[in-house]
Every structure is written in C-alpha cells, then in structure tokens.
C-alpha cells in the first residue's frame, strides 16, 4: 500500500534515484522511491564500467567482475592509440541491488512496478500507478531519477532532452583482456562501437543518433563478426540490451520548485563516452543531502544542489557538448573517416583538450 504523503518521493531506482533514497532514509527521514520496472536492478542498459574512484562500491558480494587497466581506440585509418584507463567492470545489476539494499535497510519504503502519471508541482502531489490503480502520494521534495526521458520532466512541461540509442550484446570471451576498445568511424554516426570485458565475456555495442543511422543492428552485427574471425570472441549472444543516453549537457536548471533532478534525467551523463554510472551516484547522494537541508529549513539547500552541480560538472559536459557539435558537421561526410576529426572528437586524444586546434 502506498503511503498517502512522505517527505521524499524518488522516481526512478537506480544507481541515481537509491543513492537519493538511501542518504534521506539514512536521515530519518520518511522515503518513497518507485521504479516502473519489475525487478530491482533489470533491465541492464550499460556497458558496465566505473571508474577507480567509484571502487567503494563494487566491494558488494558479486559486484566485481574484473579489473581495466588501459583503453585501444581505433582510428578509421587503422591506427590505434593505446591509453591508461583505469576502472572496475561490474555487474551492473547488483551494483545498482547493493544501494537499493542499503535504501531498504535505512527504512525507505521501495516499490516496484510502479509508474509516475503526472505530478502537481504547486500542490506536492503525484499521481502513481500501481498494478493498474492509481494512488495520490503526497511529497515535501521529489526526486527525478527517472532517466533520459524522463516522465516527471514531461509532466513539469520541461524540454525532451537530446538522445542517442544504443545497442549491445553480451558475448564469449575467448581470452583474458584488460583492455576496453573503442572503435571510432562514420560507420557509427553520433557515437562509437566499443567492447568492454567482463571476465569470460565481454559486452559489445555502439551508439549512435538514428535520426542520421536508422539501423543499428547491422553495422554490430559485422563488428561482432569481425572479431569472431579474429578470435577475440565467440559468436554466442547471450543477452541483447539497449537503450537512450542523453547528450545534450546539463539541463539549464537541475530544480523546479521543490523538485530536483539527478543522474540522466539531469544530462549528467557524459555527452561523448555516455559514462553516466559516477555522476548518478555523486548527483543523488548530493540531491538527498540537499533534500534533507531544505526539509530542515536552509533555504538555499536545493539552489546549492544546483549550483554545485553545474560547477562539479559543467565545463566537462559543456566541452563534450561543443566535440559532438564538432562532429555532427562532418558526419556522412568524407572528413568523417579523417583520423584528426575522430582525434578532435573522442576523449583519448590531447586534441579533444586543446581549444586551440582544428582539424585539418
């Protein structure tokens, strides 16, 4: 049964929305976090990787699944640059069940299958849906952590946010590899393939904007055949996934009223690489901090929030968001396979840095 009011209603439970329930529970604080989804942690959209500083939370039993030390990126030309990239590949599942466990623990109430149909920002209210019922839930903060598309900004009459799909398998591994590769090319306009390892497999995918690529399917598919022949992986799919990740930067204000936006309903999520799994973490941890602030009075505690986060993360996404612009001119374009535009446009590179350098 849902509860007719709480102080903090969370929209969306992953790794974003359980961090911002975790931290208000922990406070005491009374917590309702909702998911649309079935099962706590599922579907897996994500290649699965976190940066070392994020370690702290792969400590759970069944977390980790191996260690990266360095990233290959393929040029169009054939050249590769060989990079240090340290991190962690997880499981993504139990990553995002560990905080989850942690927000139950703390006594907030989490509830699956459940879905937001509209919010009253001026009157605090949320109308949810549950097994086919609609329920009225009073809030004091909500909390969006409801994704690229998310159903809370709709409502509040707030723009769509920029996105591009991806696709992904999970496929056999046939070696040890601690290397993440990126394959950068016109072939995967608005994006780029890569393939993550994860012990005895490995997740293969790409992005891309299909307002440019409609088909995603097939340009995988001859990647994926690709290193079948070389022996890298085996031809096995054991799990087909895919999903939006927005890349447009930062929403112009990350709060409207007494409602705060975190991880990719935010656009924290990194508009070149699609990282998004640290900025969801440090964003709801940072939104609950801020609920729990203005719960107790401090005025500014949400505008805080806000304004932290534009600082901690504006000029990484705001660079990202001028690359992609870069990039966008040249794709389907001859220049798009011009190994210097890929260098400009992709994070290895002391190019994408250097505001001073143009492709030649």
Not at 176 to 189: F, Q
Request: hydrophobic share 45%.
């Amino acid at each position: 049964m849902l509860p007719a009011a709480v102080d903090v209603l969370v929209v969306g439970l992953g790794p974003g929305g359980a961090s911002a329930a975790r931290v208000c529970a922990a406070a005491g604080r009374s917590v309702l976090a909702i998911e649309r989804n079935r099962t706590f942690g599922e579907p897996v959209q994500c290649a699965e990787f976190i940066p070392n500083p994020m370690g702290a939370y792969a400590r759970h039993d069944g977390v980790l699944r191996q260690r990266i030390d360095s990233m290959q990126s393929f040029l169009p030309s054939g050249a590769v640059e060989n990079s240090d990239f340290p991190g962690l590949m997880v499981d993504r599942a139990e990553f995002d069940r560990a905080i989850i466990r942690a927000a139950d623990a703390n006594g907030a109430q989490l509830v699956t299958s459940a879905s937001l149909v509209a919010v009253d920002a001026r009157g605090h209210l949320a109308r949810i849906r549950q097994a086919g019922v609609e329920h009225v839930v009073g809030y004091r903060v909500l909390i969006a952590a409801d994704g690229p598309h998310s159903p809370v900004a709709e409502s509040l009459g707030l723009p769509a946010l920029p996105v591009v799909q991806t696709r992904q398998y999970t496929v056999p591994l046939n070696r040890p590899y601690t290397a993440t590769d990126v394959w950068l090319s016109d072939d995967y306009p608005g994006g780029y393939a890569w393939l993550f390892p994860r012990g005895e497999w490995a997740n293969l995918g790409l992005g891309a904007d299909k307002r440019i690529a409609g088909d995603l399917k097939t340009p995988l598919d001859a990647l994926h055949a690709q290193l079948v022949e070389q022996g890298l992986v085996g031809g096995e799919i054991r799990y087909r996934t895919g999903g939006a990740i927005p890349v447009g930067g930062l929403r112009d204000s990350l709060i409207r009223g007494d409602v705060l936006f975190v991880g990719d309903a935010a656009g924290l999520t990194h508009p070149i690489t699609g990282a998004g799994i640290a900025a969801a973490v440090v964003s709801g941890e940072a939104a609950g901090e801020a609920a729990i602030g203005h719960l107790h009075g401090d005025a500014e505690a949400l505008a805080d929030y806000d304004e932290e986060m534009h600082d901690q993360y504006g000029p990484a996404l705001e660079r990202a968001c001028e690359r992609r612009a870069f990039l966008n001119e040249h794709w389907r374009t001859p220049r798009a396979q011009d190994d210097a535009v890929q260098r400009r446009g992709w994070i290895a590179f002391s190019e994408y840095f250097n505001d001073g350098d143009r492709a030649a």
